[in-house]
């Protein structure tokens, strides 16, 4: 059975992450909230650093009660994946994701996942950059004309119904030889601050990366990985 949420759609909002936090407190976390905001002034990514907004993107956040800290490391997987899955849905497009949740055409990002928990909820937010005809070097958009608003909301709609099912029950719906697979980090050669180096050969069942490096594996549960490709 689906699970049931609230929807906002705005048209600009400071942060969905934000937002949707506040209207799932204020709605005293009766059910999951949905926002989808065509744009926003306070966007943030991954260790607070900014989210710079294409043209037209999918931006949108889910607030809820997440599960308990053991799992909680899966939640931004488990976002990546509803991700992977709703664009090849709703547009045919095949995407890879770069652990542990960027959403990525060959060395491109396109979106990404960010994943945040306190006392009172969890909450997920997703951008995706649906059209960036001037895109900066390393990103770019997943289309190249201008979709309109409509397919924005609609691919909301389908990650957000994703993941949803996927938080019902996370150690169990989380298919890690499905994230593998789609995970384009595995089998690459990785870089790591402060001085991590080797090449990257699985992900454990809480969602951390698995690295062959010199001196033996070493697992890797946060912060940024470089893909080092050799020409």
Not at 61 to 80: F, I, Q, R
Not at 110 to 138: F, T, Y
Not at 193 to 209: K, N, S, Y
């Amino acid at each position: 059975m689906a699970t049931p949420y609230v929807t906002h759609i705005e048209d600009r909002v400071h942060s969905t992450q934000d937002f949707a936090r506040t209207e799932y407190l204020a709605a005293q976390k009766e059910m999951p909230v949905l926002v989808i905001a065509r744009s926003q002034d306070g966007g943030r990514g991954r260790t607070d650093n900014p989210w710079w907004n294409a043209p037209n993107a999918m931006l949108a956040s889910v607030a809820l009660s997440g599960p308990d800290l053991e799992h909680v490391t899966l939640a931004p997987l488990a976002a990546g994946m509803a991700a992977h899955d709703a664009i090849y849905s709703q547009l045919g497009i095949a995407t890879a994701l770069k652990w542990p949740n960027d959403i990525m055409i060959g060395s491109g990002k396109v979106g990404g996942i960010l994943s945040e928990r306190d006392d009172d909820s969890l909450v997920v937010g997703c951008g995706i950059n649906l059209w960036w005809p001037d895109a900066p070097d390393a990103a770019g958009g997943l289309l190249e004309l201008d979709p309109g608003r409509q397919v924005a909301v609609d691919l909301a709609l389908a990650w957000a119904s994703r993941l949803l099912s996927a938080l019902e029950d996370l150690v169990a719906s989380f298919d890690r030889s499905a994230y593998i697979e789609m995970c384009d980090t595995i089998g690459h050669h990785v870089t790591w601050m402060p001085a991590g180096e080797g090449r990257a050969i699985g992900i454990t069942v809480d969602g951390a990366l698995i690295v062959e490096t010199a001196a033996g594996q070493e697992v890797i549960r946060a912060g940024a990985v470089h893909h080092v490709r050799h020409s």
